[in-house]
């Protein structure tokens, strides 16, 4: 996702079946991107393909929730 977008209620990330850890896809303008829009955007977010190995990569769908720790937050400094 770029930085200043609105998250979306839905994300679709990318997960290596091996460790069942996400992976992320460098972008020159953002730096290493983890959430993408959907699973084509996952699939297709390295410009070698690396993500179309669907037997080594999976695509996983997260609902994205917020959860208020300071109404009223200071910097603590």
Request: glycine share 4%.
């Amino acid at each position: 996702m770029k930085p200043k977008e609105k998250k979306p209620e839905i994300v679709f990330r990318i997960i290596e079946r091996a460790t069942g850890m996400p992976r992320s896809s460098y972008s020159r303008a953002y730096g290493d991107e983890y959430d993408f829009s959907s699973v084509d955007d996952a699939r297709r977010s390295n410009c070698h393909d690396v993500f179309q190995d669907r037997k080594k990569y999976a695509i996983a769908k997260y609902r994205v929730t917020y959860e208020l720790l300071d109404p009223d937050a200071q910097d603590e400094g």
